[in-house]
């Protein structure tokens, strides 16, 4: 989404920096993979992507400023943060990608899934920002830095793509029960209070 549609308010420049900037890690990260750059230039990148993301929002809440537009340009920034970061996998770490293809693919089978459905149900992707999406992003950051910076692979890589699909399940359950469309909707429990409401 463009930044101009955003129209934040002058209190809204700190959260819509942070996303910028977790946007503008995106083709550096790929920059680094791809000249084969690792350890802790790779790693303070994640590390800096994961603290704009918790910040960003928490700034949005506490000054008044989030709108429905910042919430969508944080999941997109997200998505495009992630999957350049996966592209990195792919050019450092291919045996991993291919270790861990089954479930990998299921998760890349689910994030289209959801995308497809909520574009068709709502007209646009949906930003929950659940509590599973946190517990995946914290866990996926961390093994990131692990394989990336130091390739480091294994259980933490593993653990991570399975919290991805239970969150991906969730999302797009969701997407299933809620009537319309909404944000910030922590749990699946949440989701069926509302529709019960």
């Known amino acids: 989404m463009p930044l101009l549609l955003l129209k934040p308010k002058p ?17 550096l990260v790929l920059l680094l993979a791809y000249r084969h750059i690792r350890g802790l230039p790779i790693a303070l990148c994640v590390l800096a992507a994961l603290v704009s993301d918790y910040f960003d929002g928490m700034i ?14 944080d999941s997109i920034s997200d998505s495009i943060f992630y999957v350049s ?60 830095v692990a394989l990336l910076g130091y390739g ?8 991570a793509l399975i919290v991805g699909i239970i969150n991906e399940v969730e999302g797009l359950a969701i997407s299933v029960i809620l009537p319309t469309a909404r944000h910030d909707v922590p749990t699946i429990l949440h989701a069926a209070r509302i529709r019960r409401a």
């Not at 209190?11 to 083709?27: D, E, I, K, N």
């Not at 949005?60 to 340009?73: D, E, S």
């Not at 990608?97 to 899934?113: C, G, H, N, Y």
């Not at 480091?152 to 653990?159: E, M, Q, Y």
């Open 11 to 27: 209190s809204a420049a700190v959260p819509l920096a942070l996303t910028t900037l977790r946007l503008l890690l995106a083709p």
């Open 60 to 73: 949005a809440r506490r000054t008044g400023t989030v709108t429905i537009g910042l919430r969508r340009f």
């Open 85 to 144: 970061v996966l592209i990195a996998i792919w050019h450092l770490e291919r045996a991993v990608v291919f270790r861990f293809k089954w479930l990998l693919i299921p998760l890349l089978t689910m994030e289209v899934a959801r995308i497809v459905f909520e574009r068709t149900k709502f007209g646009h992707i949906s930003a929950y920002h659940m509590w599973s999406s946190k517990a995946w992003g914290l866990l996926l950051a961390i093994a990131t």
């Open 152 to 159: 480091i692979g294994g259980k933490l890589v593993a653990a």
